[in-house]
């Protein structure tokens, strides 16, 4: 990433979560699921471009014990491929590894754009356990 960038810690404004979320691709979420998303985090970081825009973001939930995981990875299209999404995330590693206990553990669901990023950062697959979700309604 390059200087013109700023991470900047503490989550984006509402308005930005919910906008990067939609245009990066993640599922859009509403107003209410965005604001106890932000609430609800351990720890999250955002980037700030050269025009002052938020541009990227990322944080992470835990238990502060030893389970933390790692979401809403999300660089806006137009700043892709500048090593921001890589910047979050050590960003992000960095502080659980400097705020949590020793032996904590780091997990994320690594979506089919991202995972050669996540593997190049020492994530691995968990197999033969698989990832699953229960939607509420």
Do not use: N
């Amino acid at each position: 990433m390059d200087a013109s960038y700023t991470i900047v810690a503490g989550p984006p404004p509402l308005a930005d979560y919910l906008r990067l979320r939609r245009d990066s691709g993640l599922t859009p979420k509403t107003p209410e699921q965005g604001a106890g998303a932000i609430a609800g985090s351990w720890t999250a970081c955002h980037v700030v471009g050269p025009a002052g825009d938020v541009v990227a973001m990322g944080r992470a939930i835990g238990d502060g014990g030893w389970y933390f995981h790692i979401a809403d990875i999300a660089t806006d299209p137009a700043h892709q491929r500048h090593g921001i999404g890589r910047a979050v995330v050590e960003w992000l590693v960095a502080d659980i590894r400097s705020r949590a206990p020793e032996g904590a553990y780091v997990t994320l669901v690594g979506d089919p754009p991202g995972q050669r990023l996540y593997r190049s950062l020492g994530f691995e697959d968990v197999a033969p356990s698989l990832g699953m979700a229960l939607p509420v309604d």
